[in-house]
């Protein structure tokens, strides 16, 4: 089976421009969750959604961040417009709901904004 | 928010046992989790445990859970150079929808 897909795996992009992330979450999986990973900050939660609708929003950064799942084998998280400081690698995850929530993560795609 | 603190790095000798220690400040914490990254790669789940169990074990893998102090550890036995990597402890909570709430991660070191 496979797992997490994540792309592009690397992204370097010109501040202001529109960034678009994807993810593929494992099939049969109805839960799906984008982190953000940075030196300073670690791990962070973005977004979650839990078949396919939009549960805690509360990590977004602000406004310039929007995420969807229009499916359930397809989210994208968008960044517009992009500034330096949103440089980090993003990851998706997915999992099911029972019986341990183990999420599972894809490979990340590493975000840069010059 | 609650925080889950680690300590940042560890050095052990190859074929030594290693312990990762981990601290959560969430008492409706449900299920605890240890991920394994290796440098440039994403978060490999390990194992995990549940909140009303203490041990599991699993292979080269031991997490020991004390809940009272809200303290969890991850013991490898007989560790290997190629389980040098960063280590994260993470919650979560049944109150959050199960998204994890990670500490900043333990770098192991393992010398031949």
């Known amino acids: 089976d496979a797992g997490v897909i994540q792309s592009p795996r690397h992204e370097v992009t010109e501040m202001g421009q529109e960034v678009t992330l994807r993810c593929k979450p494992i099939?049969?999986?109805?839960?799906l969750f984008w982190y953000r990973q940075t030196m300073m900050r670690g791990l962070e939660l973005l977004i979650y959604?839990?078949?396919?609708?939009?549960?805690?929003d509360s990590g977004m950064p602000e406004d310039r961040f929007s995420a969807k799942m229009p499916n359930a084998s397809f989210s994208t998280l968008k960044i517009q417009p992009s500034e330096p400081r949103d440089s980090a690698v993003y990851f998706c995850?997915?999992?099911?709901?029972?019986?341990?929530?183990?999420?599972?993560f894809g490979p990340g795609t590493r975000l840069t904004v010059t | 928010g609650e925080d889950v603190e680690q300590s940042l790095f560890l050095s052990v000798r190859e074929g030594d046992s290693s312990v990762i220690n981990c601290t959560y400040t969430?008492?409706?914490?449900?299920?605890l989790y240890w991920y394994k990254q290796e440098p440039g790669a994403g978060l490999q789940l390990l194992t995990y445990?549940?909140?009303?169990?203490d041990m599991k074990q699993d292979q080269r893998l031991t997490v020991l859970l004390n809940k009272k102090d809200k303290h969890l550890s991850l013991r490898i036995a007989d560790t290997q150079t190629g389980d040098s990597a960063i280590y994260f402890c993470?919650?979560?909570?049944?109150?959050?929808?199960?998204?994890?709430?990670f500490g900043k991660g333990t770098s192991l070191l393992v010398t031949p």
């Open positions: 995850a997915s999992s099911r709901d029972k019986p341990s929530y183990e999420q599972y």
């Open positions: 099939s049969g999986h109805n839960s």
């Open positions: 959604f839990n078949n396919n609708v939009p549960i805690d």
């Open positions: 969430d008492s409706s914490s449900t299920y």
């Open positions: 445990i549940f909140s009303n169990m």
């Open positions: 993470a919650e979560t909570r049944s109150n959050s929808g199960y998204a994890l709430n």
